[in-house]
Each structure stands twice: as structure tokens, then as C-alpha cells.
């Protein structure tokens, strides 16, 4: 079983950028597809972006060309890069894992990932 950890949130103004981190513990991300979802106040938490196991990775529309998903060579830690950050962005920001081993599918939806961080804020400042 993996144990995920965020850190890296924070207030930022319209157009800065970010780093969040997600950690791994108990288990190396091999095998298990690592994406990010965000959940604003009153609304359905939302797939942001994915990273397989093989090092593909797979962004939901409204972040593609801002933000980039990469984890470092050990596979313990995964990292979303901000960019380009609008206060629509504002959100909690939770890390999620999903075991991968014999799937070939890019996982978007909430309820296909069994394993989740505790989430870091990131608020977007206007």
C-alpha cells in the first residue's frame, strides 16, 4: 500500500507559478498511475493531470500547456508545475494513486483511485 503526502501549496498572484508535491511512502510509484485532482469550495473534485508508471502523461483541457506533471528518477515523488496560474486554479489540490500493473487505460475519474493524499491549498490571488 502507498502512503501520499502534498506539500508545496500557497497563495500566488494571477499569472505565478507553483510547485506541489506528492510522496510516496510504504511503496515507489512503480506500477501505479499518479495523477493530481483539485476540489473548489462548492464543487466535484476534478482530474487536473496523470502520469503512468511507463512515464506518459495525460491532462485534463483546461490545464494543458500551463501546467506539467513529472516525478523525479526513484519514482517517489510526483510533481505538478503551475504555470501561467488564474484564480479559477483555486483549489485543494490532492494527490491520488492508482494501481496500474497489466492496465493500459489514462484513469480521470475520482472513484478509480484507491489511494489518497491529505491535499494542499493553493489559492490564486487576483
Known amino acids: 500500500q502507498v502512503q501520499l503526502v502534498e506539500s508545496g501549496g500557497g497563495l500566488v498572484q494571477a499569472g505565478g507559478s507553483l510547485r506541489v508535491s506528492c510522496a510516496a511512502s510504504?511503496?515507489?510509484?512503480?506500477?501505479?498511475?499518479a495523477a493530481w485532482f483539485r476540489q473548489a469550495p462548492g464543487k466535484e473534485r476534478e482530474f487536473v493531470a496523470g502520469?503512468?508508471?511507463?512515464?506518459?502523461?495525460y491532462y485534463a483541457d483546461s490545464v494543458k500547456g500551463r501546467f506539467t506533471i513529472s516525478r523525479d528518477n526513484a519514482k517517489t515523488t510526483v510533481y505538478l508545475q503551475m504555470n501561467s496560474l488564474k484564480p479559477r486554479d483555486t483549489a485543494v489540490y490532492y494527490c491520488a494513486a492508482r494501481w496500474a500493473f497489466g492496465r493500459s487505460d489514462y484513469p480521470q475519474s475520482p472513484g478509480l483511485f484507491g489511494f489518497w493524499g491529505q491535499g494542499t491549498q493553493v489559492t490564486v490571488s487576483s
Open positions: 502520469i503512468r508508471w511507463t512515464g506518459n502523461t
Open positions: 510504504g511503496r515507489t510509484f512503480n506500477n501505479y498511475v
